[in-house]
């Protein structure tokens, strides 16, 4: 009885020191060596629906971003799910500056009502 208290209690402790480790998150380590520039940009379209709603907010996404400067994927990290398309499509068309490798860089991008 008192070993199997003694091995439940060395593992909980075990188990504390093993979330007490920071997560590795190797997208900041590229986003901190240096971001690339943006050499064009394309400016996503207000939605209608966002239009009739009289949407306004951000939206934020993480691009990751070929060594020939080509958006290859996008991720939603926050915003209205009404603008997130709109921004994700536009993102897309953008295009970097070349870099010796893959890079993932986070973009904001802010709708207002076109109409205010």
């Known amino acids: 009885m008192r070993k199997g208290f ?6 909980l402790i075990l188990s504390g ?4 480790e920071p997560a590795a998150f190797p997208q900041e380590a590229s986003q901190d060596e240096g971001r690339r520039k943006p050499t064009a940009k394309v400016q996503p379209k ?3 629906l966002a239009r009739q709603l009289k949407l306004s907010g951000k939206v934020k996404l993480e691009a990751t971003v070929s060594p020939d ?3 290859k994927q996008t991720r939603t990290i926050g915003g209205s799910p009404v603008l997130v398309n709109a921004a994700m499509d536009a993102i897309r ?3 970097y500056e070349p ?3 893959e890079t993932v860089e986070v973009i904001e991008i802010d709708f207002k ?3 205010q």
């Not at 003694?6 to 593992?11: D, E, I, M, Q, S």
């Open 6 to 11: 003694v091995t439940l209690v060395l593992g």
């Open 17 to 20: 020191l093993v979330s007490l």
């Open 46 to 48: 207000y939605p209608a």
């Open 69 to 71: 400067g080509h958006v």
């Open 93 to 95: 068309m953008w295009r």
């Open 99 to 101: 870099g010796p490798k």
């Open 113 to 115: 009502d076109p109409s």
